[in-house]
């Protein structure tokens, strides 16, 4: 066994420490994906996996968003998916993946399953998500650059060992579900802006789940089945630098400085929109806008003029001119063709700019603001900065009452902190 794949098993199986940090932003990603996917719920994708799966009249044997239950694999497919259906859940930008739509479902459906108390259930989600980071790690830039999903690739692995930690594996189990998982993992950039992105989400959720019952029940995979020539790196075009990727493990929570979305469009746009939020950029005091970024957002979500409201999720000038407007950039309907046709936005779009600037980070921009009585205003903004714990949940609690209402978010932030056990938290996925 590999140092790598012995490593990730070992820490995966094995008793953990963790901060009041760490379990505060645990608990944080649980509430954001809970709100997300019951905001959710009615998007076509949601109904066309709800669809499928509840056709086939399995066992209720865990909770979907939406109300009803399924098998477990079925219910981490549905969940996954309807999570991730406006993409609007979290973000890890180590590894670029979504932590909380792949490795919730599955240790949730198998908390549930084997009645498990809260505590059991956020560790193993914890260890999952941590492990998704460090695979992504691993894998590399090459690995997305080529083409593959890492919420899909690594996240299976976060998700097969979170359901292996729920069902109490051993290192030798972990090393299973970790070579079993990497014949399984799958998930396709090309699929983004469809419904097949999504989709990617539900199918690491599932995948996962599937890994671990199966070495549960016996089920003898080839445990070396990350490195080497035929290995999961080397076919999947990852890098393979296993020190980087295993530095501090155990000891360091990559998990904690994983990304809220607190705008309802793509995590690219963030950036401008919290520097601008900075700013208190409003009309009609704007003469020009403009805004630098790094060079590889200009192809993902610059588009100049959209006319619908998934165009306008991924273009720098409508959304920065929908804030300036008073638009509530945190409430999926503000993203309408009635909004990208309000003549004041179309107005006030054409005075914002976008440029790209390699001195900028992925995760940084800069926006500069000229107002009618001539002053020069400038931020900056690193979706990477720290953020205060206190701002962190103010402003996550916030999101989650905006999507499912104050009474709803605050309960499940109450069952979250003072505990209880994982079947309620899975009732609360219910709409």
């Known amino acids: 066994m590999t140092d790598f794949s012995l490593s990730l098993a070992t820490f995966a199986a094995g008793a953990v420490e963790t901060t009041l940090q760490t379990r505060v932003v645990t608990s944080l990603s649980v509430l954001d994906w809970i709100a997300v996917g019951r905001a959710g719920v009615n998007e076509p994708v949601s109904k066309a996996v709800r669809d499928l799966v509840l056709a086939e009249e399995g066992a209720a044997q ?64 914890l260890v999952g998500m ?55 993992a799958s998930g396709l950039k090309v699929q983004f802006g469809t419904m097949g992105k999504p989709f990617n989400a539900g199918l690491a959720a599932s995948n996962g789940v599937e890994a671990a019952l199966l070495v549960a029940g016996g089920f003898e995979p080839q445990k070396e089945s990350l490195e080497g020539q035929y290995g999961f790196g080397a076919t999947h075009q990852g890098e393979g630098d296993p020190k980087s990727a295993l530095d501090g493990l155990g000891d360091e929570w990559l998990f904690e400085n994983v990304s809220h979305k607190f705008h309802a469009c793509c995590h690219g746009l963030h950036a401008a929109l919290e520097a601008a939020r900075d700013l ?70 054409d005075r914002v700019s976008v440029e790209a600037d390699d001195t900028l980070s992925e995760t940084q921009a800069q926006v500069t603001l000229l107002r009618r009585d001539g002053a020069r205003l400038e931020a900056t903004h690193d979706l990477l900065a720290p953020v205060a714990l206190s701002d962190r949940e103010d402003r996550v609690r916030s999101k989650a009452s905006k999507l499912i209402g104050a009474e709803e978010a605050d309960a499940i932030w109450s069952m979250l902190r003072t505990g209880g056990r994982a079947r309620d938290l899975a009732k609360m996925l219910a709409d």
Not at 100 to 106: G, M, Q, R, T
Not at 109 to 118: G, K, M, T, V
Not at 326 to 347: H, I, M, N, Q, W
């Open 280 to 349: 208190d950029i409003a009309e009609p005091e704007v003469a020009e806008i403009k805004i630098k970024t790094h060079p590889r957002w200009m192809s993902v979500c610059n588009q100049m003029a959209p006319t619908t409201g998934l165009g306008a999720k991924f273009s720098y000038r409508t959304v920065i001119a929908m804030q300036a407007l008073g638009y509530d950039t945190g409430v999926p309907a503000s993203y309408s063709e009635k909004v990208c046709a309000d003549p004041r936005l179309t107005s006030l779009r």
């Open 62 to 125: 865990a909770h979907l968003f939406g109300g009803g239950a399924a098998p477990l694999r079925g219910a981490a497919l549905v969940n996954g998916t309807v999570s991730h259906a406006l993409d609007y859940d979290d973000t890890h930008f180590a590894h670029i993946g979504h932590p909380s739509v792949a490795i919730l479902p599955a240790a949730l459906a198998l908390s549930e399953s084997d009645d498990r108390i809260l505590v059991d259930f956020l560790e193993a989600a």
């Open 130 to 184: 941590e492990v998704s980071i460090r695979m992504g790690l691993w894998l590399g830039r090459n690995h997305y650059q080529a083409g593959f999903h890492q919420t899909a690739t690594a996240g299976a692995f976060g998700a097969a060992v979170a359901a292996g930690r729920i069902l109490q594996f051993d290192v030798d189990q972990m090393q299973k579900v970790l070579g079993l998982t990497a014949t399984r």
